[in-house]
Nanobody, 115 residues
Framework: QVQLVESGGGLVQPGESLRLSCTAS????????MGWYRQAPGMERELVAG???????NYVDSVKGRFTISKNNARNTMYLQMDSLKPEDTAVYYC?????????WGQGTQVTVSS
């Protein structure tokens, strides 16, 4: 049974940074393409960043230049460094395989950007 656990969210002011983590048991990050998703209130869940097994990355336009996805295959941990946060980044952030979701969702981690 694969389990995804997200952490690192919080309440920050605009312009500040957060680093999210996603640990996974039962899969290997060196094989799967993984991604960070987010869901704002009343909105569809969207994929914002992805990283392939080889480490190639891609981002949705709204976060390019501000967010950085990375991973540590040995620790089966994936990260999302979020800089220059904006109020519109407020959402619950999740990790999963990408671009197609293959695993059960974790509980997510809440990110709130507000002054």
């Amino acid at each position: 049974q694969v389990q995804l656990v997200e952490s690192g969210g919080g309440l920050v002011q605009p312009g500040e940074s957060l680093r999210l983590s996603c640990t996974a048991s039962g899969i290997s990050y060196s094989i799967y393409t993984m991604g960070w998703y987010r869901q704002a209130p009343g909105m569809e869940r969207e994929l914002v960043a992805g990283i392939t097994g080889l480490g190639n990355t891609n981002y949705v336009d709204s976060v390019k230049g501000r967010f950085t996805i990375s991973k540590n295959n040995a620790r089966n941990t994936m990260y999302l460094q979020m800089d220059s946060l904006k109020p519109e980044d407020t959402a619950v952030y999740y990790c999963n395989t990408a671009p197609s979701v293959q695993l059960s969702w974790g509980q997510g981690t809440q990110v709130t950007v507000s002054s």
